[in-house]
């Protein structure tokens, strides 16, 4: 019979503990020896387990991971090919949290509403029922399929929820008095500069877990993953056409 690997390990050591019981009697040192070693077998044991993973259940984690990526390959990558590199943000969905904390930063707006990267519409529907006039920009199609089925489900009309399938790049956004934001911390700085060109003076911009890099804002909600962030255009502009003199000491 061939010994096992466990067999192999810790045989010799077994076998010098029981000698040393056989050949040294029963004092007490031995006795502690012997219980010390056995202790230390019995720790490596339950650190590193010698059974090995059923197969079944090797087969049925790697099929649930395969799957998993499979899932979030289908809702990003979706209109990535249209985007420059630069500009890609992957699909990442907004909080409960988050969604609550727009909307107390936009608490006393009124008009239209654009919301850049909508993904699954969650801000879109959670400002719609606050009245706002709402588009949702979103480049992956499945995505603008699965909001509109929201919509239409919720029995929402088209004059107050809009899905497009659009490059909000590409688009002018100067119709919005308000923008909600939720991309990569990557592209701040460039739609800062087309928000800067398009939107109307009162029109207020918030922006999800990034803030955008030298504006001055207006308010901000939340904390952490969570956090979101209020500017005013006209805030904003003055600020940039003025900016703050730094006193040489």
């Known amino acids: 019979m061939i010994p096992s690997l466990e067999d192999r390990l810790w045989g010799p050591l077994l076998l010098t503990v029981k000698q040393q019981k056989e050949g040294l009697g029963r004092c007490s040192h031995c006795f502690a020896m012997e219980d010390s070693i056995e202790l230390i077998i019995q720790d490596y044991c339950g650190v590193f387990p010698t059974s090995r993973p059923h197969p079944i259940v090797s087969t049925c984690t790697g099929a649930v991971l395969a ?6 390959s289908v809702f990003t990558m979706p209109g990535f090919r249209k985007i420059p590199w630069h500009l890609k943000v992957p699909y990442l969905p907004s909080s409960k949290d988050q969604a609550q904390n727009v909307m107390k930063l936009l608490q006393g707006r009124r008009g239209r509403l654009a919301d850049l990267g909508a993904g699954d519409g969650k801000l879109v529907f959670a400002a719609s029922s606050a009245g706002f006039q709402c588009t949702g920009f979103e480049i992956n199609s499945i995505l603008v399929a699965y909001a509109r089925s929201k919509a239409y489900w919720r029995r929402i009309p088209s004059s107050q ?11 002018d956004l100067s119709s919005y008095n308000n923008v909600t934001a939720f991309l990569a911390p990557g592209v701040m700085e460039l739609l800062g500069e087309k928000l800067l ?13 990034f803030p955008f890099p030298n504006w001055p ?21 003055s600020h940039l056409r003025n900016p703050p003199k730094i006193e040489m000491k």
């Open 197 to 209: 060109k398009e939107l109307p003076q009162d029109a207020l911009v918030i922006s999800c877990r």
């Open 161 to 171: 929820v809009t899905f497009v399938k659009k490059d909000f790049w590409k688009t």
């Open 217 to 237: 804002q207006k308010s901000a909600v939340g904390s952490g993953l969570d956090q979101t962030f209020a500017y005013e255009i006209s805030s904003v502009r």
């Open 67 to 72: 799957s998993l990526y499979g899932l979030w």
